[in-house]
């Protein structure tokens, strides 16, 4: 609010010197020889302008035609400029007359400054109704448009700064609801990942309660993991490793001697950055479907990279590519994310890559990772 108002001070008195500064220099041009009365009358001109002006603001205030005004309002507006075009008139003829700084001719106007003054005085004591009548339009001509001008650069100041502001608002709004986004994707997910844990310890208990009880302690740290994870948008490839880890020693116990584990990481990609849970989930989409709905064997293999400047995620399970896996929540989910977190700059593929291979490809952008 201060700093808006400063501004607007700033504007008033560039502005209105601006404009006095302007008289001068054609006054000098047209006479060359200005009157000693000449100065202090342009003076005076600036100072009731910035007064005066600084009243009409106020006045739009109070009677609500702050920009933007309703088209039907705008009458309102024209009505309050005639009015302070005249009292501008008035206010520099009668502070002329008091302080006698018109010419030593009175009958005509010598310069500039005449053509913004006429005499209150002159009005009573030397009544002639053409003559009044015509000094009276012609000062009211020469001053309404200074208001006009005035009240143009306002209201045009007022419609970008609007506009400006809506502009922002709408990119907070754009921001709030991705965040919410997000969080929706986020806390669907999380139930899920527990939902197919728990079916895994389930399996354990009565056949093994060692490993089941060893599958609750793999099961603690996934969900420590997961809680932390939850916190913060963006994680470390390295920890995302980790809570893949944890899951896949958990489906060992399950599927024991089926499922068969291979890692490919570069080790330069371990402090790359991601979305939490978002390898967490294209493993899980490959247990799914690799071991959870085909009988035999099943090879999972990760692998991260750089090519070029995308960091590349390569989850590959032994199966055959169901028509419907590509519409899963997981997978869906995953699709909304990068689509919210990177605009369009990261790339996910689902695709059959040997004739009994599917392979999750994800590419993101290398991003530093915070220090």
């Not at 342009?42 to 205030?61: A, E, V």
């Not at 028509?323 to 909304?336: A, N, W």
């Amino acid at each position: 609010m201060k700093k808006s108002a400063s501004i607007y001070w700033i504007c008033q008195v560039v502005g209105w010197l601006s404009y006095g500064l302007t008289i001068i220099f054609f006054a000098y041009m047209l006479e060359k020889q200005l009157s000693l009365t000449f100065y202090p009358r342009i003076l005076i001109n600036i100072i009731l302008g910035i007064l005066l002006t600084h009243l009409l603001r106020k006045s739009m205030i109070q009677l609500s035609l702050r920009p933007p005004t309703p088209s039907h309002q705008w009458w309102k507006i024209f009505s309050l400029i005639l009015f302070f075009s005249v009292l501008f008139s008035i206010l520099t003829s009668s502070i002329i007359e008091i302080f006698r700084l018109f010419d030593s001719d009175r009958e005509g106007p010598k310069n500039l400054s005449d053509h913004f003054t006429w005499s209150i005085t002159s009005i009573v004591n030397n009544w002639n109704g053409e003559r009044v009548n015509k000094r009276f339009l012609f000062s009211l001509i020469l001053d309404t448009p200074i208001f006009l001008v005035w009240i143009s650069i306002y209201v045009l100041w007022h419609y970008i700064e609007f506009t400006n502001s809506e502009e922002v608002n709408k990119v907070k709004l754009e921001t709030i609801i991705k965040e919410l986004e997000l969080k929706t994707i986020k806390s669907q997910i999380n139930p899920h990942f527990i939902f197919n844990a728990l079916n895994s310890i389930r399996a354990l208990v009565d056949e093994d309660p060692q490993r089941a009880r060893q599958a609750i302690t793999e099961l603690s740290n996934i969900l420590r993991s997961s809680i932390q994870v939850d916190k913060v948008e963006i994680t470390s490839l390295e920890k995302e490793l980790n809570i893949v880890k944890d899951y896949l020693a958990l489906e060992y116990i399950r599927f024991a001697d089926r499922l068969k584990i291979e890692y490919e990481i570069d080790p330069a990609t371990k402090d790359n950055q991601l979305p939490p849970m978002m390898l967490q989930t294209l493993v899980e989409n490959a247990i799914k479907h690799g071991l959870g709905k085909q009988t035999g064997d099943c090879l999972i293999k990760i692998i991260s990279k750089f090519e070029q400047d995308k960091l590349v995620l390569v989850v590959q399970n032994t199966g055959l590519l169901q028509s419907t896996e590509r519409d899963g929540f997981g997978l869906q989910s995953t699709k909304e994310r990068l689509n919210i977190l990177y605009h369009g700059q990261a790339l996910f593929e689902l695709f059959q890559c040997k004739p009994n291979q599917v392979t999750a490809k994800l590419a993101i952008p290398i991003s530093i990772p915070k220090k």
